[in-house]
Nanobody, 125 residues
Framework: QVQLVESGGGFVQPGGSLRLSCEAS????????IGWFRQAPGKEREAVLC????????YYADSVKGRFTISRDIAKNTVYLQMDSLIPEDTAVYSC??????????????????WGRGTQVTVSS
């Protein structure tokens, strides 16, 4: 069964850090571009960051540059989103998506083959 499962979300104070995981089952993440998206209450889902099949990091949200990084652990079939210096505006449900060819922005998010259900991140004092 093909599945993506996110974990690592939670409640954190401003300035804190979280590491989100996107673990795949039923297929090999190494061969896929993996994108992270987020959706805040009352807002549309936006693309945040993606790791391409060649392991290039592609930033879609300017607000996370210098604070978020993405990496891939082939042995664990998992992609990580490291989030540092978190701010309240980062509060959202974070979801990962996999595509066998490219990274896609929110305008073409329909291109992704598989999606996880998401994990909640809340940044508040």
């Amino acid at each position: 069964q093909v599945q993506l499962v996110e974990s690592g979300g939670g409640f954190v104070q401003p300035g804190g850090s979280l590491r989100l995981s996107c673990e795949a089952s039923g297929f090999t993440l190494e061969r896929y571009a993996i994108g992270w998206f987020r959706q805040a209450p009352g807002k549309e889902r936006e693309a945040v960051l993606c790791i391409s099949r060649s392991d290039a990091a592609i930033y879609y949200a300017d607000s996370v540059k210098g604070r978020f990084t993405i990496s891939r652990d082939i042995a664990k079939n998992t992609v990580y989103l490291q989030m540092d210096s978190l701010i309240p505006e980062d509060t959202a449900v974070y979801s990962c998506a996999a595509d066998s060819t490219n990274c896609w922005s929110h305008r073409r998010q329909y291109e992704y083959d598989y999606w996880g259900r998401g994990t909640q991140v809340t940044v508040s004092s």
